[in-house]
């Protein structure tokens, strides 16, 4: 009996040592399964908490059983695998699958199955392309994009393979690409017919504007020694047909050089402009248009502009200022003012085209720049549409921005915004 205590001390010593191995094993346990869940991105439930070991255990076999249930109920195909591609878990997704392309129930379940012999060309963040019977994609193929998380599996090394299928997208990309490819063959054709139809038209219309100006001429010299008011109605029918000669001119120039800026035949050349006297010699050119329609050309520039030499390509701007001004001029009434202002602001040069015009419809606003394109209200004004398109992409050229503001009945303003850089001063008189 004097032995019986100290036979009872191995026995709890024993029991200790157990107990605390087991809290041991469970939290190597509970912290590789969470781990497996943040990896997975699977919401953790309540913590664990420190408490008996029967507790925990209870609580780390229902995690796992809960983790379990997660992975064979995802709804895309998921598998499990060890260091060398054999399956160690596959949902019914992913048996799903395998079944549709033509993969037995036998070999998956045979010992050792390896995913590479069934989807050798399974590679992660890549897609996949999986013959798969009609059932399963009306197409006969599935395309998959395989994401890989790697994992600790029954204290091994494993992987957690996820099949997104991206079939849809993958339809959906092949079908733009078709339709990228229609558009720019056709926008290839457009190109050759307007650059054909414009060197076509030129020849014929320098014929008929040559004819018109002799028989102008000839109608003079009658003058003098006919006195019949029939001169005076042919004089008038001629000026009308060298009007509308010249303005199918405009249409043939504006045409050719849409052709040449959508072909990328137009280079961007900057060099030294002095913008504010650029301005000033094209709205003198605009002059004779502006007084015959009684409107008043107003420009204003910012006084450190007025002798500041900029880095642009002053055969654009150009284009862009006479393009601008003129669209201004023609839709404003008798009697109204065009504002052409020039400043600058931070890194940006700005130059505004205001009118007092008959403005235009908010809703067509986005429309503005497409070729051939003009409003709904523009009446009875001549134009082409084709204007605003080269404008457009005279200021992309500059790495600039065209920003349209417009209210109906009231006017709109064309602001351009150009990246610039001081070249140099110059003097007024310079």
């Keep these: 009996m004097t032995d019986a205590p100290s036979s009872t001390l191995p026995l709890k010593s024993w029991l200790n040592k157990e ?8 939290k190597k346990a509970q912290k590789q399964g969470q781990e497996l869940a943040s990896r997975l991105a699977i919401a953790n439930h309540d913590d664990l908490q420190e408490s008996e070991p029967s507790v925990l255990l209870k609580q780390l076999v229902a995690t796992e059983i809960k983790m379990r249930d997660l992975l064979l109920s995802h709804p895309a195909p998921l598998m499990v695998v060890d260091q060398d591609t054999c399956l160690l878990l596959t949902n019914a997704a992913a048996r ?3 079944y549709a392309s033509g993969i037995t129930r036998e070999q998956l379940q045979r010992q050792g ?12 963040d890549q897609e996949l392309f999986v013959k798969v ?13 395989v994401k890989e998380t790697p994992i600790q599996w029954q204290h091994q090394p494993a992987r957690v393979l996820l099949l997104h299928d991206v079939s849809l997208e993958i339809e959906a990309r092949r079908k ?20 054909m139809a414009s060197h076509e038209l030129r ?11 002799l028989m102008e001429s000839y109608c003079e010299k009658l003058e003098a020694t006919v006195n019949s008011p029939w001169l005076d109605k042919l004089n008038d029918h001629i000026r009308l047909m060298e009007n509308t000669v010249e303005g199918l001119e405009g249409l043939v120039k504006e045409m050719l050089v849409l052709e040449k800026s959508q072909a990328g035949r137009i280079q961007f050349k900057p060099g030294s402009v002095n913008l504010s006297r650029l301005i000033d010699e094209v709205l003198g050119s605009l002059a004779p248009l502006a007084e015959k329609l009684d409107i008043s050309l107003v420009f204003s ?18 284009h862009i200022l006479t393009n601008l001004v003129s669209n201004a001029i023609r839709f404003s009434d008798a009697g109204e003012k065009v504002f052409i202002n020039l400043g600058c602001e931070q890194d940006y040069l700005y130059l505004e085209v205001k009118d007092q015009g008959c403005g235009i419809p908010e809703d067509e606003i986005c429309y503005l720049g497409e070729s051939f394109y003009r409003a709904s209200n523009v009446a009875d004004v001549p134009g082409t549409g084709l204007g605003l398109s080269i404008v457009k992409h005279f200021v ?29 001063e110059e003097q007024a008189n310079g």
């Design 19 to 26: 107990r605390q191995d087991l809290r041991t094993r469970v």
């Design 113 to 124: 199955a390896c995913l590479a012999d069934f989807l050798p060309a399974l590679v992660a």
């Design 96 to 98: 799903q699958l395998f």
């Design 396 to 424: 992309d050229l500059h790495g600039g921005a065209l920003n349209i503001q417009t209210r109906l009945d009231i006017g709109s303003c064309f602001r351009i915004s150009l990246p610039w850089a001081q070249v140099m």
């Design 176 to 195: 733009l690409e078709e339709a990228v490819s229609s558009l720019e063959e056709v926008n290839r054709m457009k190109s050759e017919f307007m650059s």
């Design 203 to 213: 020849t014929p219309l320098a014929s008929v504007y040559s004819s018109l100006q």
């Design 301 to 318: 520039c910012q006084p450190p502009l007025k002798n500041k030499v900029f880095n642009l390509d002053v055969y654009l701007v150009q």
């Design 133 to 145: 019977d009609k059932t399963y994609h009306p197409g006969g193929e599935a395309v998959f994009l």
